[in-house]
């Protein structure tokens, strides 16, 4: 059964800045993917420990989708959604 989401304030702010092709996979693809094995993603450590990083590419250009799981509700917390150049930094000042 997969797990429920929900989502930072910030990942529609996030969504926008994506191009509309990659909009329609994260929603379509990427989050159903993260929905249903949501330990698939990397698993992120030092101060950024918790949190899980699924990877994907689209027209040669790398991007993240960063989350935590809540294990007793069954509910993915997605935190942001975004190209990978600066992401971690990002997300770093999201989550203090």
């Not at 910030?10 to 990427?30: A, G, Q």
């Not at 959604?81 to 992401?87: A, H």
């Amino acid at each position: 059964m997969p797990y429920k989401d929900a989502y930072h304030p910030r990942v529609k702010s996030d969504v926008k800045r994506l191009d509309k092709p990659v909009t329609r996979d994260v929603y379509n693809i990427h989050l159903d993917k993260i929905l249903n094995a949501p330990y698939s993603g990397e698993k992120l450590y030092g101060d950024l420990e918790g949190v899980f990083s699924y990877h994907f590419r689209k027209s040669n250009v790398d991007y993240r989708i960063a989350y935590f799981i809540d294990e007793t509700a069954r509910v993915v917390h997605v935190v942001m959604i975004g190209k990978r150049e600066n992401f971690y930094e990002i997300l770093r000042r999201r989550l203090s």
